[in-house]
């Protein structure tokens, strides 16, 4: 077996929190690398192609991308920084022989670049530390570059790896340079320390084929697409070849390559033929994994490949059964919504997707609140019709039968004069305070360790309570014995009380109770929450009723009436909302919030019995 290096290649995997610039960063890279004519018009944030990822401005599927410099092809994979996406970031760093880590200049190392950062040091990745946005005002490199420095520490990382290179960038004005005293151009800087300290992929070209496959991308013309580096050996086109899988030995199927592409730009490029170290895509395999090992036909050797992570949260999908079903959906059936949601297992791998008792209900469990609401916001635009309900943790037990619950750590930057309401709350949620650190600018860092559950539904408040200026990020902490019960909602729901169209005069008495969510002129049926009680017990309402008439009153009289505008909530709060006897409609048009049992006997027996 001769190892070889393939000098002309690079594959590097740019990692970091969320909002520190990945994504523009690679824009940069890709501009200057010549991929764009020089007048061809380009969208910001090119890579993040999928419109819920351009609305938030954030990446929720790592994207591959290839650029040159001089002679060297350098791939690169721009990952998700939000904790939710973290099964992506685990997989891509298999394809990887380095990484670049991105850290803001001003908000310095945050619990997610702790995070990427494990996992890159854990499979002995070299490390470039790019220091971004040093052109903000408030911009700290000194400090921030002893922060990470700090972190590696933490981290355990060896001497080659805290001897790491430093680069100072700012992405959005196009530039990178190796000290910070000199004059900045170009981002030829940080392609240069790519070449020069990201070592090349090594393999051995005359040894059987070994692919390993490491995302899945999916197209309705051809299917499922495997992505992978190739380890060992060669992969042509209608090669003959077995897929296997190191964690199920079961897996042996023989397979023929119809098509291979290459990244170059922002295209696959057809291919006839791919050597160790690039990166490919393989399309025509049917039933192809992420972990999968395309092997030549007579060795059969598979790749271990890390487990993906457990998700922590679960809620139930079910048929919409509301007075107003069908109507705004185009998919509606639980035939529909089962074929919808396997074919996101075909490219999300932290993903489930389990029956129920019923045949109109799905058990769909995620890695947190982000990634399950983006799934529905998805599944809403492509025209379907269904219902959720709260979202609810996974426990595990131990072998003493103890019940263990997910637990999260929350940093939470807040302004200093919120700080005492932010613990107050985070306490009641069973949070314990393990940190507190002024940093610049007037704000506090708090640091809580705090049940997955307490968190459920908290972000709406948290951005009340501190006025919109606070920022919380969490990140998994393992699992710990059950903390005890929380109480989630202090106030009750406001119910619709008969089935028609909400009117101005019912909606006017109605707004004394409590914060109302929908105006006049909504459909409404009985059951359907209309808005939060300003009590702690649910209380039904009339909004359908008219004014009677009489000959002293005229119907103008009406006009006088001023409602409050109402809450409108986004998906996020509607989920945040919901308690565990409440269900949220979700369709193309609207949402809806509503009681499991719409109606009012039934419930108010089933509460009884409770």
Same mark, same amino acid.
């Given at each position: ?66 650029? +040159? ?455 409404? +049926? ?85």
């Amino acid at each position: 077996m001769s190892v070889q290096s393939r000098e002309d290649i690079r594959n590097i995997a740019i990692i970091a929190h969320v909002d520190h610039g990945k994504t523009t960063l690679v824009d940069e890279l890709l501009k200057q690398s010549g991929v764009f004519r020089e007048n061809q018009e380009v969208a910001e944030r090119v890579m993040d192609s999928n419109d819920i990822e351009r609305e938030r401005g954030i990446t929720i599927l790592s994207k591959n991308t290839a650029v +040159y410099y001089k002679d060297t092809k350098i791939n690169i994979i721009d990952t998700p920084g939000h904790a939710d996406f973290g099964g992506e970031v685990e997989r891509v760093l298999k394809m990887v022989n380095g990484v670049v880590l991105v850290v803001d200049a001003f908000e310095g190392a945050m619990p997610q670049t702790k995070f990427v950062l494990m996992k890159a040091l854990d499979l002995d990745l070299p490390v470039i530390v790019c220091i971004n946005k040093i052109d903000r005002p408030e911009a700290r490199p000194d400090e921030v570059i002893d922060e990470v420095l700090e972190l590696f520490m933490d981290l355990d990382a060896s001497d080659e790896q805290l001897d790491c290179p430093f680069i100072y960038a700012s992405a959005k004005e196009g530039y990178a340079m190796k000290d910070l005293n000199d004059e900045h151009k170009d981002m030829m800087p940080l392609f240069e320390t790519i070449v020069d300290y990201i070592p090349a992929p090594q393999g051995d070209p005359e040894a059987p084929t070994q692919v390993l496959i490491s995302t899945i991308d999916y197209n309705e013309y051809v299917g499922r697409i495997g992505i992978g580096k190739v380890e060992n050996g060669s992969v042509k086109v209608n090669q003959d070849a077995i897929v296997v899988n190191a964690h199920d030995a079961d897996k042996s199927s023989k397979v023929r390559i119809s098509k291979l592409y290459e990244f170059d730009g922002l295209n696959k490029v057809d291919v006839d033929e791919a050597n160790i170290g690039s990166i490919v895509a393989i399309s025509g395999i049917a039933d192809i994994h992420i972990g999968d090992t395309i092997c030549a036909v007579d060795a059969p050797n598979p790749i271990p490949f890390q487990k993906i992570s457990e998700p922590t949260i679960a809620m139930n999908f079910i048929v919409n059964d509301s007075p107003l079903a069908g109507q705004e959906g185009k998919y509606v059936t639980s035939r529909h919504i089962r074929e919808r949601l396997m074919k996101e297992l075909n490219t999300d791998v932290s993903l489930r997707v389990e029956d129920t008792d019923s045949p109109d209900s799905l058990k769909v469990s995620g890695r947190g609140e982000l990634h399950l609401s983006v799934l529905i916001e998805n599944m809403r635009r492509e025209g379907f019709e269904f219902a959720v309900s709260k979202a609810e943790v996974l426990y595990h037990e131990d072998e003493k039968g103890h019940k263990l619950e997910p637990m999260e750590r929350a940093y939470v930057d807040v302004p200093d004069e919120f700080t005492g309401a932010v613990i107050e709350k985070l306490s009641q949620r069973k949070g314990e305070l393990q940190n507190m650190t002024p940093i610049t600018g007037g704000f506090t860092r708090i640091e809580f360790k705090i049940p997955a559950r307490g968190l459920i539904g908290y972000r709406g408040e948290f951005m009340t309570d501190t006025k919109g200026n606070g920022i919380i990020n969490t990140i998994f902490d393992g699992y710990e014995l059950y903390k005890g019960d929380i109480a989630y909602r202090k106030q009750g729901s406001l119910i619709a009380y008969e089935t028609g169209e909400s009117v101005t005069y019912g909606l006017f008495s109605a707004q004394e109770r409590g914060t109302l969510f929908i105006g006049p002129g909504e459909k409404v +049926y009985s059951g359907m929450v209309i808005g939060q009680s300003s009590r702690a017990e649910d209380i039904e309402l009339n909004v359908c009723k008219k004014k009677h008439l009489t000959n002293t009153r005229s119907s103008s009289a009406d006009e006088a009436l001023t409602l409050v505008p109402p809450k409108v909530l986004s998906l996020e709060q509607a989920l945040d909302f919901i308690d565990v006897d409440e269900l949220l409609e979700v369709t193309p048009e609207s949402l809806r919030i509503r009681k499991r049992i719409l109606d009012p006997l039934m419930r108010k027996r089933a509460s009884i019995r409770k």
